[in-house]
């Protein structure tokens, strides 16, 4: 399956962004997620949702970031509020099933004033 993330962009402190990642297969089968790259250094998991629709979320983005999907749109979204500078990354979606991984190419998200 290919990935494609899209709406990263500019935006000031206390602002929103709604990531999506549209996979090329049927995703309903897979288990998505965001990472995250801030410059310098490692990528870090953001938010996971299962096939069920149960979704975890690292402590640093619970209360403001939300991890949904359309499985007849075969698409992920990350609804980001209240962005902080600390949130400045390149964002990146994953598919998973069994051993199987698949990476988007990642959107770059920068959060300042």
């Known amino acids: 399956v290919q990935l494609q993330a899209s709406g990263g962009g500019f935006v000031q402190p206390g602002g929103s962004l709604r990531l999506s990642c549209v996979a090329s297969?049927?995703?309903?089968?897979?288990?998505m997620a965001w990472y995250r790259q801030a410059p310098g250094k490692q990528r870090d998991l953001v938010a996971t949702?299962?096939?069920?629709?149960?979704?975890n979320y690292v402590d640093s983005v619970k209360g403001r970031f939300t991890i949904s999907r359309d499985n007849g749109k075969n698409t992920v979204y990350l609804q980001m509020n209240s962005l902080k500078p600390e949130d400045t990354a390149v964002y990146y979606c994953?598919?998973?099933?069994?051993?199987?991984?698949?990476w988007g190419q990642g959107t770059l998200v920068t959060v300042s004033s």
């Open positions: 994953k598919a998973a099933i069994g051993y199987s991984v698949y």
């Open positions: 297969g049927r995703m309903s089968f897979y288990n």
């Open positions: 949702i299962g096939q069920s629709d149960s979704s």
